[in-house]
């Protein structure tokens, strides 16, 4: 394989929710491995300036003020990326989020909002963008930003995790209804990642418990969900479509496995299993 297959050059990416965060980590990885960027984000501002710093790097930078729940708002997002880029080839659903709540104390507004926020945007972008890619005859790639909790339980986010299941579900449907255009759909899956919802998890206090919850021992960074984005982006995966990949520092496969300093275990004080740290270098 070409080493050149990890770049983007040239490609057109919409990000939505791209203005802070994760969507604005993938965003910016994207554009220093060459690709133009779309930011589809409510806030404007948030675009604005995310986009001026992918002109900076030398790349299209459009910010498109959108609101991923509105249909309308979305089309009108993705034909203007067309007119002025020319196409898409990339997409990532990556706008979405939920304050916790305990499901019996939420009702109809916000199972609604939550639905709406982290299913249909995916549905309505996924469906004006496959549209496109499909007219400009583009060998597409289109990545949902899921998370781990739409493969485990999390108290206080039921409709957050359903609709983040419901992402991963889609994209293996997806691979198949659209895999005879070329086009490949694939779910990235992470755990906490260091952003604006890791206030907590950052205190000096609150390390060693991170520690021994994340194998890798660490929160993640937004440029490592970028890394797996350009995997999925380019033709480094040309062969890759309908997976979830867990990018989580191996919270997934521990399951709920944690170490305390020289055992393992599923409950915190009980020793289960013999580890052996290796020493500091
Ligand atoms: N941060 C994490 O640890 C983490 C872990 C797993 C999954 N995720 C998922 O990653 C994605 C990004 O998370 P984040 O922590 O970077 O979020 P964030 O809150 O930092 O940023 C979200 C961005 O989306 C925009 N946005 C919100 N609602 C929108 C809408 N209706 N239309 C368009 N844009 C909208 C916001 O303006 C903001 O710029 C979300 O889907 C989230 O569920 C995050």
């Known amino acids: 394989m070409d080493p050149s297959s990890a770049l983007l050059t040239d490609k057109v990416a919409i990000i939505t929710g791209g203005g ?27 675009a604005e300036s ?73 549905v309505h972008c996924t469906d004006a963008v496959v549209r496109a890619m499909i007219a400009g005859k583009r060998r597409g790639s289109i990545i949902n930003i899921s998370s781990i909790e739409g493969s485990r339980a999390v108290p206080g986010y039921s409709i957050y995790g359903a609709c983040k299941a419901g ?12 895999g005879d255009y070329g ?24 390390q060693a418990a991170v520690r021994s919850a994340i194998p890798l021992g660490r929160l993640g960074k937004v440029e490592e969900v970028g890394g797996a984005a350009v995997f ?13 990949l867990f990018v989580d520092g191996g919270t997934w496969a521990a399951g709920g496995w944690k170490h305390e300093d020289d055992s393992w275990t599923l409950f915190p ?7 052996k740290p290796v020493p500091k270098q």
Do not use: C
């Open 50 to 122: 995310a986009a001026a710093e992918i002109r900076a790097l030398g790349r299209k930078g459009l910010a498109i003020q959108t609101d991923v729940k509105d249909f309308d708002q979305v089309k009108a997002m993705v034909d203007r990326t067309v007119r002025e880029l020319g196409g898409v080839d990339i997409l990532v659903n990556n706008a979405g989020g939920q304050i916790p709540h305990p499901f019996l104390e939420m009702g109809p507004d916000r199972w609604r909002r939550a639905v709406d926020l982290n299913l249909m945007g995916m």
């Open 232 to 244: 999925l982006a380019s033709d480094l995966s040309s062969y890759v479509t309908g997976i979830t």
């Open 183 to 206: 086009i490949r759909i694939n779910s990235i899956a992470p755990d906490v990642i260091d952003t604006g919802i890791a206030t907590e998890l950052r205190k000096p206090e609150n």
């Open 269 to 275: 004080g009980v020793r289960m299993a013999p580890r």
């Open 20 to 46: 802070q965060g994760i969507g604005k980590g993938i965003a910016l990885t994207f554009a220093r491995f060459g690709a133009h960027v779309v930011i589809a984000d409510r806030n404007a501002a948030l």
């Open 167 to 178: 992402m991963d579900n889609f994209a293996k449907t997806g691979a198949l209804e659209f």
